[in-house]
């Protein structure tokens, strides 16, 4: 089955930085891509997408890139802000369930 | 438009009572999905549901655990003879049914239950 790593686990940047988040995926059947914050006690909030005849996606601060034939997918996040503080999950589809990965604890220190 | 609706949002059980957590669906979603979230760790995908059928249930665990989504009402998520271990956050998502059969990719999560086992 479908198996997604994460790194890193724990993130910090100051304010204004960018932050970059990686996930790597082992199953090729995979072709949907979602990113999900998840703040303290909250539900997780899908944020951005990508499917996989995209290889790039961008909303404002955010962008999410797929390379598809190294089977890995990043989320950037640029000029950072304190409220972007949350963990973050990747996660890989090939149609029914997501898989996610473990997440990573992103702090914006300002 | 409401959101995906978990009730009840905490819950706390002894060890060896049953734990009932319900889901409904955003309006004209018919795919339901369960996750479990165990304390500062990722979501676990546990089911998958239609009405009235049970699509992919690899997640979920052999024992004391099953999940309906009837006709009319909410899914249900149900835990037998709870014990600490399923002490963790269940998460309810759904998606959209397209009209090949399949579901939508995107899935919109409920604010979830924590389930507490003393």
């Known amino acids: 089955g479908e198996n997604v790593e994460q790194h890193p686990s724990t993130l910090s940047v100051q304010e204004g930085d960018s932050a970059v988040i990686k996930c790597t995926y082992s199953?090729?059947?995979?072709?949907?891509f979602p990113w999900y914050k998840q703040e303290l006690g909250k539900r997780p909030q899908l944020i951005i997408d990508i499917r996989s005849n995209v290889g790039e996606k961008k909303d404002q601060r955010i962008a999410v890139t797929l390379n598809k034939t190294a089977k890995h997918f990043s989320l950037h996040i640029t000029e950072t802000q304190p409220e972007d503080s949350a963990v973050y999950f990747c996660a890989a589809s090939s149609g029914n369930k997501l898989v996610f990965g473990a997440g990573t604890i992103l702090r914006v220190k300002s | 438009n409401a959101g995906v609706m978990q009730n009840p949002r905490h819950l706390v059980r002894r060890r060896g009572q049953e734990a009932r957590l319900r889901c409904s669906p955003m309006?004209?979603?018919?795919?339901v999905y369960w996750y479990r979230q165990l304390p500062e760790e990722g979501l676990k995908f546990m089911v998958y549901?239609?009405?009235?059928?049970?699509?992919?249930e690899s997640g979920m665990p052999k024992e004391r655990f099953s999940a309906e989504f009837p006709k009319e009402g909410p899914s249900i998520l149900r835990i037998q003879q709870v014990v600490r271990g399923d002490s963790a956050a269940y998460f309810c998502?759904?998606?959209?049914?397209?009209?090949?059969?399949?579901?939508?990719?995107?899935?919109?999560f409920g604010p979830g239950t924590r389930l507490t086992v003393l």
């Open positions: 998502a759904s998606s959209l049914h397209l009209p090949q059969g399949r579901a939508y990719n995107e899935q919109f």
């Open positions: 309006k004209g979603h018919s795919h």
């Open positions: 199953d090729s059947a995979s072709n949907y």
């Open positions: 549901l239609q009405k009235e059928n049970i699509i992919d």
